[in-house]
C-alpha cells in the first residue's frame, strides 16, 4: 500500500519565512491597489518565490498492514482433567485453530498455562496471556479467548490491567449441573502442646443438585484414624486432636464421597501440627558428690525446655554422728512424693552413681519399674556403685535393666568407640570424632564389668565392654552408661570429647524425640520431590510403596547413603498429601500447599469470568452441548471494525486494527533542480513579458 504527502523543509526559520510571505502580500496588494499593469502577474511571481522558500516536497510512502493478534488460552490446570474437560478444551482449540485461520490479516497466538507446577497455588492464566502478548504493541490485539473450567484465580479487577483494549471472550468446559463435595478448614492450629489437645474446626460444603444434607468424617493424625462422627453439611463443626509427639503431627479429615462427584481429591483437608514439647520435667538424683556430678545439672540446665530437679544425697542413713536433726542444714529427700506421688510427672529419671543406701524402700523401685513400662524412661550413670554389693541390680530394677554386672571394675585407660550398631543408631552415629580409628577424642580410665542381657550396645569401652547400652522396655525406654568418667570429656582432658551431643541426643532418646528413632520412616517434600528416608538397624532396607493423593501407586527402591539410613526420590505429578510405607512403618507428607486452591472449588462456572468479560464487551458461554451430545459447541468468529458489542448468539468477535508500518519513503523536492529553476524563471519571464506588453492602438 503506497500513499502521497506533501511536507515542508524551509530554508528559513519559520518565524522569518512567515514575515517574508507578509511582505510579500502586502507589495501584491499595494500592486493590485493601485491598479499596475502586470500586478497580477507580479503577485503569482512573489508567491512562487515564498513558496521556493518553503521548500515543499511530495512524500510517497509504501506501507504494510499489520495483522491482527488474537489470543487462545487453553488452561492447563488440575482441575481442567476432571471428567470431560481435557477432551472438549482440546475439541474447542481444533475448532478455534480452523476458524481463525479463516480471518483476514489475523495471527493466532495459542497458549497452554495453568500447569504452573507444584510450587504453584491455584489457576494462573493472565500471566501467561500478558507474557504471550509482550510483544505486541496494545492497537494490534484484536482479543482474546479463554477456555477454561472458571476457576481462574488470577483474574484482573479491571480491564485495565490486561494492557490492551479489546473483547475478551470466556468458553467454559465442563457441565452446568456438575456435583462436588469438599471439607474446608475454618480453623487450622499450627503448633501444639505435646499430650494436650488442639481443637480443629471445618465445614462440609456441597455443590449440586439432591445432595444429602450430612456427612460423615473421618478423622486420622499420622494416617492412624482418631475420630469418625457424622456433621450436618454447611455447619461448622470441630473436632479434638491430641498432639502426640513433638515435630509435625500430619491430621487429615476425609469426608465420605457422594455419588457422581467430580472428584474426591477435595473431599480431604490436610494441616500439620507443630508438637512442642511443654517443660520436659527431669529427675536427677546423685548418689554421692563426684566429679562428674556436675556434667549431667549443667547440661540440663542449659537446656530451656528442661525442668530439672535434682538431688545428691549427702547423709546416707548410715553415715549418723549424733547430730541432731534440726541442727542440720540439709535438705530431706521427700521419696514418698517423688516416688509414689507424682513419679509420673517427670519424663526422665537419672540416677548417677547412685547405689541401695536404704533410702529408697524396694517398694519404690517397683513403681521405677512400673513407670518405665507405662511410657517413662530411667538413665543409669554407673561407676563402681554397679559393681558394688549395693548395686540398683539387686532391686526390681533389674526386671528392666540390659546389663547385669560381674563385681569387676576394669581400671585402664581407653577410647570409647562406636559399635557397629551404634553407627547405623541415631544417638551415636556421626559423633563428632567417631569416624577415625583411633576416634578423635580424650581416654577414659574406667569401665564397669556386665554382662549384656538385652538392648543394644551402641558404644564399647575397655576390653570391648559394653560402654553403653539402650533398651526399649514396652512403652518406656532405658540407657546404662557404665562408666563415670564422661566428666574428663566436659573437663576438655587431653582435648576432650563431643560430651554434649552425645547426653543431649541420649537423654532426647529417652524422652522419644522423632529424630531419633533407630526404626523410622519419614517422608518430606523438597519442591516437586518427594524426599523418603528409611531409618534401620537392620542390614538392607525394603523397597516402600507410595501412594499418591488420587490413589495412584508406585515402588521406590531406597539407597544407603549412610550406616543405618536409607534415602530415595520421588519425582511426583500432583499436588496433597502422599503415603510411604514398608508394610509395617507408614509416613505423610504433603506436596504443594496443604489444601490447594486447585481443589478447593473444581465445579466449572462462569461467575468468576463474567464481570471482565462484560467490561470489555466480550461474552462468556458454556462449549458442552446444550442436547446433552458428548461433542462440543464453538461459536463463529469474525472481525468487528466498530461497535459495542462483540459477541451475540452463535458469533463472537474481535476488534479489526487498522496497524500498518512503513516499509519505505521516496521524496520529490518541488522546487529542486531544473523543475524549480523553471518555475521561478517561467514567473520572472512572465512578469517582464506583462510589463513590456503595449496595446495596439488604431
Do not use: C
Amino acid at each position: 500500500m503506497a500513499g502521497l504527502s506533501l511536507s515542508f523543509s524551509p530554508f528559513l526559520p519559520w518565524p522569518v519565512l512567515w514575515a517574508v510571505a507578509a511582505v510579500a502580500g502586502v507589495v501584491a496588494l499595494l500592486n493590485l491597489g493601485a491598479g499596475l499593469r502586470g500586478a497580477i502577474v507580479r503577485a503569482l511571481a512573489l508567491a512562487l518565490a515564498v513558496l521556493a522558500l518553503a521548500n515543499p516536497s511530495v512524500m510517497r510512502q509504501d506501507r504494510e498492514t499489520l495483522p491482527n493478534v488474537v489470543a487462545v488460552v487453553l488452561d492447563r490446570s488440575a482441575s481442567q482433567g476432571l471428567g470431560e474437560r481435557t477432551a472438549q478444551t482440546d475439541a474447542v482449540r481444533d475448532a478455534l485453530a480452523a476458524r481463525l485461520k479463516g480471518l483476514h490479516d489475523t495471527e493466532v497466538r495459542m497458549i497452554d498455562a495453568g500447569a504452573n507446577g507444584i510450587g504453584a497455588d491455584g489457576t494462573q492464566l493472565f500471566g501467561a496471556l500478558a507474557n504471550a502478548l509482550g510483544d505486541v504493541p496494545p492497537e494490534r490485539v484484536g482479543g482474546a479467548i479463554i477456555v477454561t473450567d472458571g476457576e481462574v484465580d488470577d483474574v484482573p479487577a479491571k480491564a485495565a490491567a490486561l494492557g490492551f483494549s479489546a473483547p475478551v471472550h470466556a468458553l467454559i468446559t465442563g457441565h452446568a449441573d456438575e456435583r462436588d463435595r469438599r471439607i474446608a478448614l475454618v480453623e487450622a492450629p499450627r503448633f501444639g502442646i505435646v499430650g494436650k489437645t488442639q481443637t480443629v474446626r471445618f465445614r462440609v460444603i456441597d455443590h449440586g443438585p439432591d445432595m444429602p444434607g450430612s456427612a460423615t468424617v473421618v478423622v486420622r493424625r499420622d494416617g492412624e484414624e482418631i475420630a469418625r462422627r457424622s456433621v450436618a453439611v454447611g455447619a461448622v463443626s470441630d473436632v479434638d486432636v491430641e498432639i502426640a509427639h513433638g515435630g509435625a503431627n500430619i491430621v487429615e479429615l476425609d469426608a465420605e464421597a457422594v455419588p457422581g462427584e467430580l472428584t474426591d481429591v477435595n473431599n480431604k483437608a490436610v494441616l500439620s501440627i507443630e508438637g512442642i514439647r511443654d517443660k520436659m520435667r527431669v529427675l536427677l538424683v546423685s548418689g554421692e558428690p563426684h566429679a562428674g556430678e556436675r556434667t549431667w545439672r549443667n547440661l540440663l540446665k542449659a537446656d530451656a525446655n528442661v525442668e530439672l530437679v535434682h538431688f545428691t544425697i549427702l547423709r546416707p542413713p548410715h553415715k549418723q554422728d549424733g547430730t541432731p536433726i534440726n541442727e542440720l542444714s540439709l535438705i530431706a529427700f521427700p521419696t514418698r512424693t517423688l516416688f509414689a506421688e507424682k513419679i509420673s510427672d517427670f519424663d526422665l529419671i537419672i540416677f548417677d552413681r547412685y547405689a541401695q543406701e536404704g533410702i529408697l524402700p524396694q517398694m519404690y523401685f517397683d513403681n521405677i519399674t512400673e513407670y518405665v513400662r507405662n511410657g517413662g524412661a530411667v538413665m543409669l550413670a554407673s561407676g563402681p556403685d554397679y559393681a558394688s554389693d549395693s548395686s540398683l541390680w539387686g532391686t526390681s530394677l533389674a526386671d528392666i535393666l540390659p546389663a547385669e554386672p560381674t563385681g569387676g571394675v576394669i581400671e585402664q585407660p581407653f577410647r570409647p568407640k562406636v559399635t557397629d550398631l551404634g553407627k547405623r543408631h541415631p544417638v551415636t552415629r556421626d559423633l563428632p570424632g567417631s569416624t577415625v580409628d583411633p576416634p578423635a577424642w580424650s581416654e577414659w580410665f574406667r569401665t564397669v564389668e556386665t554382662t549384656q542381657k538385652g538392648g543394644t550396645e551402641v558404644m564399647s569401652g575397655a576390653k570391648d565392654e559394653p560402654l553403653l547400652v539402650l533398651s526399649r522396655q514396652q512403652k518406656g525406654r532405658v540407657a546404662m552408661l557404665l562408666s563415670d568418667h564422661v566428666w574428663l570429656w566436659a573437663r576438655g582432658f587431653e582435648g576432650g570429647g563431643p560430651y554434649v551431643d552425645l547426653l543431649r541426643r541420649l537423654s532426647h532418646w529417652l524422652m522419644k524425640e522423632p529424630d531419633l528413632e533407630e526404626e523410622a520412616l519419614r517422608a518430606s517434600a523438597r519442591g516437586a520431590d518427594l524426599l523418603v528416608e528409611r531409618q534401620t538397624m537392620a542390614d538392607t532396607a525394603a523397597p516402600v510403596t507410595v501412594t499418591g493423593p488420587t490413589g495412584e501407586q508406585s515402588q521406590l527402591q531406597l539407597k544407603e547413603a549412610e550406616p543405618g539410613l536409607w534415602r530415595g526420590t520421588f519425582a511426583t505429578r500432583t499436588m496433597g498429601l502422599w503415603r510411604v510405607t514398608d508394610g509395617t512403618l507408614t509416613a505423610l507428607a504433603n506436596v504443594g500447599p496443604a489444601n490447594p486452591r486447585e481443589f478447593q472449588e473444581v465445579v466449572s462456572t462462569e461467575a468468576r469470568l463474567a464481570p471482565l468479560t462484560e467490561e470489555t464487551h466480550g461474552t462468556v458461554r458454556r462449549v458442552a452441548d446444550p442436547a446433552g451430545g458428548s461433542g462440543v459447541v464453538v461459536p463463529r468468529v469474525a472481525l468487528v471494525s466498530t461497535g459495542s458489542s462483540f459477541g451475540g448468539e452463535g458469533w463472537i468477535g474481535f476488534k479489526q486494527a487498522d496497524v500498518s508500518v512503513v516499509r519505505g519513503v521516496g521524496v520529490l523536492p518541488l522546487f529542486g533542480g531544473l523543475l524549480g529553476l523553471a518555475l521561478l524563471l517561467g514567473a520572472l519571464a512572465a512578469m517582464w513579458a506583462r510589463e513590456g506588453w503595449v496595446p495596439r492602438t488604431r
